[in-house]
């Protein structure tokens, strides 16, 4: 795999680097900066001397592993995928495109408070007997970093597969975290099949146009959909966001008047859609929240084998009740929210 960091100016990037390096059996491969993603030109020449020497401590990269365009180091990864490879050297969204389309590719992003990476900075400074520049002129650099048009690093941290709040002061802290999260984790670069059909259901809940709260629902069998379904006021009816449904618009408290309510739930749309033929043995239910007492009743009726949710509701011990005496079934299994 190849993970690439990115981040602000001193937010714990190549420390990061260099703890993949030292720990988890990654090596360092460089990109020479390129005409184009030469972001900061007039910054002080110390500052830049100190940014590329950060990770070099570790060793000198030897020539084989510094690329002169992303392409060529791309290639290089495409044929040594199954070693650990790192690099800090994505400048600019051009290159990010390129590399995230790559399978075996992780962005990983790492940001830190403003005033810790300035005191890491000044502290840096003293130590190689530098007069540290005060808060001000490092405030101004960062937002350059950060937010110039077109070039600024935040454009490629927004689209980080993985986030790191790196707001610890000492490095043994940080390595100890960093120790717990295992970015190496071949899983984090592909989700698996519970992940992608929640993913799928929480891509439904959007079209969701239920004022009460958007519900998504995906049926699968054998790892295949076989229907997906969100709530909502049903076809040829105005949508309940535009005023369809009287009960869900008047804002009453949750459950209140619930058998005035024209909305269908999630399920219920996934189950009408699939049809009872369709659903048969092995057939597993993903919703985003956990069905309510209705719809248990309807999931226990046509058979469905299992029902994974990600976020709880207010029965769900009674609809777990309900699973359970329908058997056979393999119950509900609660599928943590991902917080990434
Ligand atoms: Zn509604
Ligand atoms: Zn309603
Ligand atoms: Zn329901």
Known sequence: ???????????????????????????????ASQPSSRTITDEPDDHLRLQASQVSKTGATPPEHIFQT?????????????????TTDIADGETLDRFILRPFFLLVSVDAP????????????????????????????????????????VYLTDRAQARLFNSSSSLEELHQSLQ??????????RPNWDQYFMQLASLAAQRSNCMKRRVGCVLVRERRVISTGYNGTPRH????????????????GGGVGLSTCLC????ENALLEAGRERIREGAILYCDTCPCLTCTVKIAQVGISEVVYAHGYNMDESSAAILKSAGPSNGLVYLQASSE
């Open 1 to 31: 795999m190849l993970i690439g960091l990115c981040g602000g100016i001193c937010a714990g990037k190549h420390a990061i680097a260099e703890y993949l390096i030292e720990h988890q059996g990654f090596r360092l491969l460089e990109l």
């Open 237 to 252: 009816l105005t949508n309940c966001n535009e005023g369809g449904c009287p009960r869900c618009n008047r804002g009453d």
């Open 264 to 267: 269908l739930h999630a399920e």
């Open 180 to 189: 717990t999260l295992d970015l190496g984790d071949e899983q984090r670069l």
């Open 114 to 153: 403003v005033s810790l990476r300035w005191k890491r900075f000044s502290d840096r400074c003293w130590r190689r007997q530098l007069d540290p520049p005060d808060l001000e002129k490092f405030v101004l650099w960062n937002d350059r970093h950060l937010y110039e048009k077109d070039i600024g690093r």
């Open 70 to 86: 992303p392409e060529s180091l791309l290639d290089f990864v495409t044929k040594h995928w199954q070693q650990r490879w790192v």
